[in-house]
């Protein structure tokens, strides 16, 4: 029998499969060592590409916060707003009303102290009657609207109902009744002075009836408008007063 050639060719095939093999082993892990190397670098990549969009991101969010046209965080762009106007008027007019009022209390202020001079320097005889007459009867009285005066002042810095309503009550006591018992004192002097051009009493040399109607009227002007102004304030604090109870 001869030589078994076929198991010796099955060696053979099996040597070089064996060769081919050893042969690819370095391009199958160069491969591998490739394809590692580029997964990393396109994480790198991704990573890379993730943190500029989130930086963009913050960005265009702290670009729009900041502008005045973009996005903005809630509560910040004047929409809260709408529940505080409703408020805000009544605080508008008392400020106004106050301003008013503390106006008015100067002209009342300056008219007092005209009286109080007037009577003071006569009663005192710090000038001859000749120069300063005798004060009339309604200017007594009305040396008391430094009453409603105070507490008019007292009442505006803290809204203070109860002083404003003494202010009005004594107000209409003290500065307008004596103004009006005065005119009817003063009306047949001032009638003798129209009518005869005789005049007995004399403030630096002008008529006394003269000088105290003209002051008069400027009382009476400022008065009025004192107890409307204080009428209206004095809504103005009621009706803030009841939405604060009601809340």
């Known amino acids: 029998m001869g030589p078994d050639v076929s198991g010796g060719g099955e060696e053979v095939l099996m040597l070089r499969e064996e060769q081919e093999e050893e042969?690819?082993?370095?391009?199958?892990?160069?491969?591998?060592?490739?394809?590692?190397?580029?997964s990393h670098l396109l994480l790198a990549r991704l990573h890379s590409e993730q943190q500029i969009r989130t930086r963009s991101t913050v960005f265009f969010f702290h670009v729009n916060m900041t502008s005045r046209v973009g996005l903005r965080a809630v509560g910040t762009n004047g929409s809260d707003f709408k529940p505080r106007e409703r408020v805000a008027p009544h605080y508008q007019m008392s400020a106004s009303l106050k301003s008013e009022v503390r106006k008015l209390n100067l002209v009342h202020l300056v008219l007092w102290l005209l009286v109080a001079a007037q009577v003071t320097v006569s009663h005192l005889n710090l000038v001859s009657h000749d120069t300063v007459s005798m004060p009339y009867q309604w200017e007594y009285p009305y040396l008391l609207s430094l009453l409603p005066l105070l507490c008019s002042s007292l009442s505006l810095p803290k809204n203070n109902i109860s002083y404003l309503v003494i202010s009005m009550i004594s107000g209409g006591l003290f500065s307008v009744a004596p103004l009006i018992y005065g005119g009817m004192e003063m009306f047949p002097v001032a009638q003798q002075l129209y009518r005869h051009g005789k005049a007995y009493r004399f403030i630096f040399g002008f008529s006394a009836v003269t000088v105290m109607y003209l002051i008069m009227v400027v009382a009476v002007q400022v008065h009025a408008w004192q107890l409307y102004y204080m009428k209206k304030l004095l809504d103005s604090w009621f009706n803030t007063t009841q939405e604060k109870k009601k809340k």
């Not at 042969?23 to 580029?38: D, G």
């Open 23 to 38: 042969e690819e082993e370095p391009v199958r892990m160069l491969t591998a060592v490739y394809n590692i190397h580029l």
